[in-house]
């Protein structure tokens, strides 16, 4: 009741740190009495804000709770914070808790990702205009047929959270062994667009 009066008021709680547990109670209370979810826990609100931390700690359990309120935008946030979750984490309850919409949304948040990433790593590095050293043939192997190996072994273990870091490990090897300068080149600069267009790849639902 306490932290219904709260919700109701505006007041910030957080100085209480209620429990995931309490924190659900109150939504549910709050729906009770009638009074709307959406209003104390608008962006911005300390509500929201404190939901928003308690993600930080239990975000799969805090995504449920919200999306059971159909707390969109702060569904949205938290979502952010899934990607690196592996979704076999998911419980029976919670699945049921977020509603079949929105666990279709947190799938596809994955597989888009992962799916996008397969995609980005299928794009080979240009090449540059054939050399006395360096025509054609030689880019084919040395520069995309490298490429493409290292890119299928990316692809196994690509998932909606690939770090940065491992697409660096992968491919910065296979640039630096080029004899090349010019492949060389070709290779990093593919390898600089592929982290930019993976950073800025959805990663909310
Ligand atoms: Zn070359």
Not at 11 to 30: C, F, I, S, V, W
Not at 69 to 76: D, I, K
Not at 112 to 134: A, F, I, N, S, V
Request: with cysteine; net charge neutral.
């Amino acid at each position: 009741m306490n932290l219904i009066l709260h919700a109701f008021y505006d007041y910030d709680p957080t100085n209480y740190r209620p429990t995931l547990d309490q924190l659900a109670n109150m939504l549910t209370g709050l729906n009770t009495y009638g009074l709307p979810v959406t209003e104390p826990v608008a962006p911005g609100k300390p509500l929201y804000n404190l939901l928003l931390s308690t993600a930080l700690s239990h975000p799969l359990d805090t995504y449920a709770l919200v999306c059971q309120h159909h707390l969109e935008s702060l569904a949205v946030e938290i979502s952010h914070h899934l990607i690196s979750i592996p979704l076999h984490n998911l419980s029976d309850e919670q699945c049921l808790s977020m509603g079949p919409v929105y666990l279709r949304r947190l799938v596809f948040l994955h597989l888009g990702r992962t799916e996008r990433l397969k995609k980005l790593l299928k794009d080979l590095p240009d090449g540059h205009p054939p050399t006395r050293q360096c025509d054609a043939v030689d880019q084919k192997r040395d520069l995309k047929g490298a490429w493409e190996a290292a890119a299928a072994t990316l692809a196994w273990e690509a998932n909606a959270n690939t770090p940065v870091s491992l697409i660096q490990s992968t491919f910065l090897p296979v640039a630096d062994r080029l004899t090349c300068s010019e492949c060389r080149t070709s290779a990093k600069e593919r390898i600089r667009k592929l982290i930019v267009d993976w950073t800025t790849v959805k990663s909310t639902i």
